[in-house]
């Protein structure tokens, strides 16, 4: 007992939450079956606080992008199985007059038979040990390079450094069959074995953040002065179109969840000029998540058109890929709920809920009373 007083009778003169005895108490069914149903509700709305407390959203925010001066790289998995890997260019051209020609540093092309199955990788354009005959009187072999400009070493000891040679002094590579190296190689031999084969080119091309295009074409493109030209030459396969699957298409590093509107792409080409396009609008994305780290990245709509027979508007047969940059930026944050929110909600559900069935178990009990009491007195029939 505490004495009176006291400081501690003071504090139990402050008590809100005064105690019934247990022999004043009275225990119902009603009661018992609300003390379940009010325990069930707890709960389970405590557990689905407890699910949105731990479950992470993702905010989004759309901002005008103020970025200036971005790279980008384009991920491209493309297969193509009517048009062999010897074949195929990669190029791409942008609003800030930029034009990049044989992009193959960081893309490989795997070489397919008619049924699809691989072959190996593709080695044109990659640097090679050429197999240098002796030369004259003892001397080292050193080969011409017909005109074009000359490597470091002076030399042009393989059918590649020939070909470079051309493409610096801005020539078109028509006569292979006229340059020593390449009838020694077998330039044009080894190319013709490739007709019927098909191709997947795989990698990412780095690529200025402006309105441009990125083609894949048959030929190859020369620099003359300061123009690029785009030429096919006689020797190289006839039979081939630009029928395609698009495994992979995305602008920039890829996150969960993201979702690219032309992977799965599949087109037949009905005619051997078929030119097919991708129109893409590109939006800038960033993600923070809640550790701190922060992803930037792109998402993209898309539309695509296709050309039949071109010959007749002069148009080059390909695979292009137009790509036009938004003004605008969305930005998705990581949020998640406080620990003071959830135990917040989580008080006011226990006290609402048991809050709510005293006033119901009242009303019931005190209903019940007065039933009985006239039941008792005669006046309830």
Same mark, same amino acid.
Request: proline residues 3%; hydrophobic residues 35%; contains cysteine.
């Given at each position: 007992?505490?004495?009176?007083?006291?400081?501690?009778?003071?504090?139990?003169? #402050?008590?809100?939450?005064?105690?019934?005895?247990?022999?004043?108490?009275?225990?119902?069914?009603?009661?018992?079956?609300?003390?379940?149903?009010?325990?069930?509700? %707890?709960?389970?709305?405590?557990?689905?606080?407890?699910?949105?407390?731990?479950?992470?959203?993702?905010?989004?925010? #759309?901002?005008?992008?103020?970025?200036?001066?971005?790279?980008?790289?384009?991920?491209?998995?493309?297969?193509?199985?009517?048009?062999?890997?010897?074949?195929?260019?990669?190029?791409?051209?942008?609003?800030?007059?930029?034009?990049?020609?044989? #992009?193959?540093?960081?893309?490989?092309?795997?070489?397919?038979?008619?049924?699809?199955?691989?072959?190996?990788?593709?080695?044109?354009?990659?640097?090679?040990?050429?197999?240098?005959?002796?030369?004259?009187?003892?001397?080292?072999?050193?080969?011409?390079?017909?005109?074009?400009?000359?490597?470091?070493?002076?030399?042009?000891?393989?059918?590649?450094?020939?070909?470079?040679?051309?493409?610096?002094?801005?020539?078109?590579?028509?006569?292979?069959?006229?340059?020593?190296?390449?009838?020694?190689?077998?330039?044009?031999?080894?190319?013709?074995?490739?007709?019927?084969?098909?191709?997947?080119?795989?990698?990412? %091309?780095?690529?200025?953040?402006?309105?441009?295009?990125?083609?894949?074409?048959?030929?190859?493109?020369?620099?003359?002065? /300061?123009?690029?030209?785009?030429?096919?030459?006689?020797?190289?396969?006839?039979?081939?179109?630009?029928?395609?699957?698009?495994?992979?298409?995305?602008?920039?590093?890829?996150?969960?969840?993201?979702?690219?509107?032309?992977?799965?792409?599949?087109?037949?080409?009905?005619?051997?000029?078929?030119?097919?396009?991708?129109?893409?609008?590109?939006?800038?994305?960033?993600?923070?998540?809640?550790?701190?780290?922060?992803?930037?990245?792109?998402?993209? /709509?898309?539309?695509?058109?296709?050309?039949?027979?071109? !010959?007749?508007?002069?148009?080059?047969?390909?695979?292009?890929?137009?790509?036009?940059?938004?003004?605008?930026?969305?930005?998705?944050?990581?949020?998640?709920?406080?620990?003071?929110?959830?135990?917040?909600?989580?008080?006011?559900?226990?006290?609402?809920?048991?809050?709510?069935?005293?006033?119901?178990?009242?009303?019931?009990?005190? !209903?019940?009373?007065?039933?009985?009491?006239?039941?008792?007195?005669?006046?309830?029939?």
């Amino acid at each position: 007992m505490v004495r009176p007083g006291s400081l501690a009778a003071r504090f139990q003169s #402050l008590d809100a939450y005064a105690k019934t005895l247990d022999d004043f108490s009275v225990k119902t069914l009603s009661g018992g079956i609300l003390t379940i149903v009010a325990s069930i509700a %707890i709960a389970l709305l405590v557990g689905h606080e407890f699910l949105a407390y731990r479950r992470v959203d993702m905010v989004a925010e #759309l901002v005008v992008d103020g970025e200036r001066m971005e790279k980008m790289h384009i991920n491209l998995d493309v297969t193509f199985p009517r048009a062999p890997c010897m074949l195929l260019g990669l190029d791409v051209m942008d609003s800030s007059g930029e034009q990049q020609v044989n #992009l193959f540093q960081h893309v490989a092309k795997t070489r397919l038979s008619k049924d699809g199955s691989v072959i190996g990788l593709d080695q044109a354009g990659k640097p090679t040990v050429a197999v240098v005959p002796a030369g004259k009187d003892g001397k080292p072999y050193c080969g011409s390079c017909y005109g074009g400009v000359a490597p470091e070493g002076g030399c042009c000891n393989s059918c590649d450094d020939v070909h470079q040679a051309y493409k610096r002094r801005g020539w078109a590579f028509t006569d292979p069959d006229s340059i020593e190296q390449c009838v020694r190689e077998g330039y044009v031999k080894h190319m013709q074995e490739q007709a019927g084969e098909g191709c997947r080119m795989h990698g990412f %091309i780095e690529v200025n953040k402006v309105t441009g295009n990125a083609q894949i074409l048959a030929g190859e493109s020369i620099k003359h002065g /300061s123009e690029y030209m785009h030429t096919y030459y006689d020797y190289m396969p006839h039979d081939y179109d630009f029928s395609h699957t698009i495994h992979r298409l995305s602008f920039g590093d890829e996150f969960s969840a993201q979702t690219n509107p032309l992977d799965g792409v599949s087109k037949k080409a009905h005619s051997v000029r078929a030119q097919f396009q991708y129109f893409t609008k590109i939006v800038g994305s960033e993600i923070r998540y809640l550790n701190g780290t922060v992803l930037r990245s792109n998402q993209y /709509s898309a539309t695509e058109f296709v050309k039949g027979d071109v !010959t007749a508007s002069r148009r080059t047969p390909g695979f292009f890929v137009m790509f036009d940059i938004s003004p605008m930026r969305v930005i998705y944050t990581e949020h998640k709920r406080s620990l003071p929110s959830f135990l917040t909600s989580v008080c006011a559900i226990v006290g609402g809920i048991f809050t709510v069935a005293r006033l119901v178990d009242s009303f019931v009990f005190r !209903t019940e009373r007065a039933l009985q009491h006239k039941r008792e007195s005669g006046k309830l029939a």
